[in-house]
């Protein structure tokens, strides 16, 4: 377990920007995967976006691809979600996510650790 801690949420307009952090606690295992998931009343958590420590590889569910970017500081062991052009569909709390159980990235079964998630509203 790695403590995560999130922040950067808020209240925005369609078409505006927010950036998201999440800082570790410690050093990030490099064959771990650090990502963002996000969840609304009802809905199953969503994956948007990881990154593969090791090599810095990321990946992105589709309705975000373009807008959002996903980054890291290694030194700071903290990595980030850019969001542009937000949309209000974009509406949710986001999940900061690490580690790697092996099974698929898109999978939050594959991360063993999680923030307590930040909240984003996206008004039209």
């Known amino acids: 377990q790695v403590p995560l801690l999130e922040s950067g949420g808020g209240l925005v307009q369609a078409g505006d920007s927010l950036r998201l952090s999440c800082a570790a606690s410690r050093p990030i295992v490099s064959s771990h995967y650090m990502g963002w998931f996000r969840q609304t009343p009802g809905k199953e958590r969503e994956f948007v976006a990881t990154?593969?420590?090791?090599?810095?590889?990321?990946y992105y569910t589709d309705s975000v691809k373009g807008r959002f970017t996903i980054s890291r500081d290694n030194a700071k062991n903290t990595v980030y979600l850019q969001m542009n052009s937000l949309k209000p569909e974009d509406t949710a709390v986001y999940l900061c996510?690490?580690?790697?159980?092996?099974?698929?990235?898109?999978?939050?079964?594959?991360?063993?650790?999680w923030g307590q998630g930040t909240q984003v509203t996206v008004s039209s």
């Open positions: 996510a690490g580690g790697n159980r092996g099974t698929s990235y898109q999978s939050r079964h594959n991360y063993g650790y």
């Open positions: 990154l593969r420590w090791i090599d810095g590889s990321t």
